[in-house]
């Protein structure tokens, strides 16, 4: 009788093993697959958005010592991006930064990373661990968010030789996005 409840029991088990079996293989075949998360590389990032209008006269202290103005890269094509070390989209995003930068800064590209009130210290040894090589500005009164009207982080601001914004964006975005924006720029 023994044998029988466990021979019993061993059948029920794999019928219940296999019903779950084919409900998966059906749910798989059925539902529409679940977006992945976005990795450094991929697709997945911020559009650019229109924006014109001239650029707010902004100076802030950099990272390295010193005031840098906007003002003072008149001629160069600008992005603006403001971002903090605390923030994931942020840190997902600087690697594409650091890469456009040094893609296009021989042509009179200049990225400005500025960092939304966090400690000097703290950004000298995430920008050292980073291996940033573009300006970082340090903001610690928001005024970069202000000058710009965002509260996003982080956010994009592509300001052309004369001054204007261009585009801009909210959110994260990637290289693919960022060299369609400002390509036409640097022909000019």
């Known amino acids: ?22 409900i998966a293989i059906v749910v798989w075949l059925v539902l529409p697959p679940v977006p992945r998360l976005a990795r450094a590389g991929d697709d997945d990032c911020a559009p650019a958005q229109e924006a014109t209008g001239p650029a707010p006269d ?5 990272l390295s010592g010193g005031q840098l103005s906007l003002q003072e890269l008149a001629g160069d094509v600008v992005l603006l991006n403001t971002w903090a070390t605390w923030c994931p989209p942020c840190r997902k995003e600087l690697p594409a930064l650091e890469a456009v930068y040094r893609r296009y800064r021989e042509r009179g590209f200049v990225v400005l990373g500025v960092n939304i009130g966090e400690d000097r210290d703290l950004v000298e040894r995430f920008v050292t661990r980073s291996g940033l090589t573009f300006p970082i500005l340090l ?13 996003s982080l982080p956010s994009s601001f592509l300001i052309d030789r004369q001054g204007t914004v261009r585009a801009r964006w909210i959110g994260a975005t990637c290289e693919r996005e960022l060299e369609e924006a400002i390509l036409p720029l640097l022909r000019h």
């Open 58 to 62: 902004l100076a802030l202290e950099q």
């Open 139 to 151: 903001d610690p009164d928001e005024a970069s968010l202000r000058a710009f009207g965002t509260i």
């Open 1 to 22: 009788m023994g044998y029988l409840i466990t021979r019993r029991s061993t059948l029920g088990l794999a019928v219940a093993g296999m019903t779950l079996i084919v």
